[in-house]
């Protein structure tokens, strides 16, 4: 059973980077657990099931985190987000999370799973990508639109965007295969974070984003050797009691 995710503070740094012309902060945490071992022989006792199952898009199968892991994640991000995103105070309203194998080949990736993407248009959702595998796995992209400029989508946003791209992807299929960090004819690179084991990245779940694959291993669905990582997604409201916060970061996280 893993407690916590937080390891003693000399294993642990982060940094912040800003990407594109929007510059949105992705903050990078090393050494987040000092578990590694342990998260991987959990994730090898977990029952994976193909994501289209769970109305996913992932390109391949999810299986149940510990919630005692995604407690302590949320515990871990919330003052990173008060800190680094521009948000005032927060507290959590909502957080599901899961691991995650990436095992679809290349030609068999629907046009949607080919080009970066966003979680969701809301503002205040952010998702995490804790690599539990190592650097040859393939790390996260980020990506501008080219047509429109956006690199987040937000609700102001995601009509005019879809309406951009749409038409697009009937014109100009991508082709199969997993997006790349400098982008395509559709959008352009603007930042990448390579995949490194125990490292957790955070970011705006509306950050046009993929993951930077290649082909997938024959391996690709053991645990012990395919791309896994532990994910987060965290939706937060703002609040003016500080009180609230603090109880919220000591308090148990609503996980689905």
């Not at 407690?71 to 990173?80: E, Q, T």
């Not at 095992?103 to 990736?109: D, K, R, S, V, Y």
Request: proline share 8%; with cysteine; hydrophobic share 45%.
């Amino acid at each position: 059973m893993i407690d916590t995710v937080l390891p003693p503070a000399d294993h642990t740094t982060v940094q912040v980077i800003h990407v594109g012309t929007e510059r949105q902060p992705v903050v990078i945490v090393d050494g987040v657990t000092g578990a590694v071992a342990s998260l991987i022989e959990q994730a090898a006792r977990t029952r994976f099931q193909p994501a289209g199952e769970v109305g996913s898009h992932y390109p391949g199968l999810l299986g149940p985190a510990p919630t005692t892991y995604l407690d302590a994640m949320v515990r871990l991000v919330l003052p990173l987000i008060e800190a680094h995103f521009d948000t005032g105070p927060v507290a959590p309203m909502r957080a599901r999370g899961n691991f995650s194998l990436v095992t679809t080949p290349p030609a068999e990736l629907t046009v949607e799973q080919r080009i970066p993407h966003v979680d969701t248009a809301d503002a205040l959702q952010f998702a995490t990508v804790h690599f539990l595998c190592d650097g040859g796995s393939g790390g996260t992209g980020f990506f501008r639109h080219r047509a429109t400029g956006y690199e987040t989508i937000d609700a102001s946003r995601l009509a005019a965007y879809r309406a951009a791209l749409d038409p697009e992807l009937v014109r100009t299929p991508p082709e199969a295969a997993y997006a790349v960090a400098a982008g395509d004819d559709l959008f352009e690179g603007i930042g990448m974070i390579a995949a490194r084991p125990d490292r957790l990245i955070l970011y705006r779940a509306g950050l046009l984003h993929s993951g930077l694959i290649g082909t997938p291993p024959v391996a690709a669905a053991d645990p012990r050797r395919g791309r896994l990582t532990g994910n987060l997604f965290l939706q937060c409201r703002a609040v003016t009691d500080r009180a609230v916060t603090d109880r919220a970061v000591t308090g148990r996280a609503v996980t689905a």
